[in-house]
């Protein structure tokens, strides 16, 4: 099921940090939301990918995208080059066709002793509490406490999402309970661990996490992870 995003009179810097918008995207996503319809992981040459922000802003609008967010590692250089080019891009296309971009950022942090990835949605990236966090790359010598990151995340207004939680070298089972109980929003249940082409959610997986999910009452996301010049597949 699709969820239409309403249009905005805010500011685009407003419109990113819309929490309720990206609750109601989330509460109707399905295997297929993602790639061609929402996308709620990737990233640019700011941190780990090799597109630019400004190229995967383009692929987004070709792809026909409605709602993004780039998650890069620990900086959100990436979401300002692409909501710039995206505000300028605006002004030629036609009223509808220009999806909603969201903050994003992805933090390493410990959870249950095992490093994860922290995903954080639609919140203020000039907020205080999340200054110590987005410096470009994580310090190995001073990882986070999971607790902390959520906790600033949602400090700072936003979304606290376990990323790809059926990759790690704990279980799901373990992994996802533990960041319920630390208050987590929700968890990337649709996510290709296989590195499939074309992207599909691994079902196995997708199902446990689907399940765990629906226990703690978390929402679902999905996002292809993008690190190659594709937003259609990981690398």
């Known amino acids: 099921m699709d969820t239409n995003i309403s249009p905005t009179l805010a500011s685009p810097q407003v419109a990113a940090q819309d929490q309720l918008a990206l609750k109601q995207v989330w509460e109707n996503i ?108 994580p310090n190995p010598f001073k990882i986070p406490q999971a607790a902390k990151v959520i906790t600033a995340i949602q400090q700072a207004g936003g979304l606290a999402v376990l990323a790809h939680p059926a990759r790690y070298r704990r279980p799901p089972e373990k992994l996802i309970p533990a960041a319920a109980d630390l208050g987590i929003d929700g968890v990337e249940t649709y996510y290709a661990y296989g590195n499939p082409k074309p992207w599909q959610p691994s079902s196995k997986r997708t199902q446990k996490v689907k399940q765990l999910s629906a226990t703690y009452k978390l929402f679902n996301t999905c996002g292809t992870d993008t690190h190659g010049l594709n937003l259609l597949w990981r690398v």
């Open 30 to 137: 399905q295997p297929d939301s993602c790639p061609y319809s929402y996308n709620f992981h990737m990233h640019t040459r700011c941190s780990d990918g090799q597109l630019q922000p400004e190229a995967l802003i383009e692929q987004a609008i070709s792809i026909g995208l409605k709602g993004l967010a780039i998650t890069d590692h620990h900086t959100v250089a990436g979401y300002y080059a692409a909501q710039s080019f995206l505000e300028q891009r605006q002004q030629s296309l036609p009223s509808g066709s220009v999806p909603h971009l969201w903050t994003g950022v992805e933090i390493t942090s410990h959870l249950l002793v095992t490093d994860v990835h922290i995903l954080g949605y639609a919140f203020d990236p000039m907020h205080p509490s999340l200054q110590p966090y987005l410096h470009n790359k």
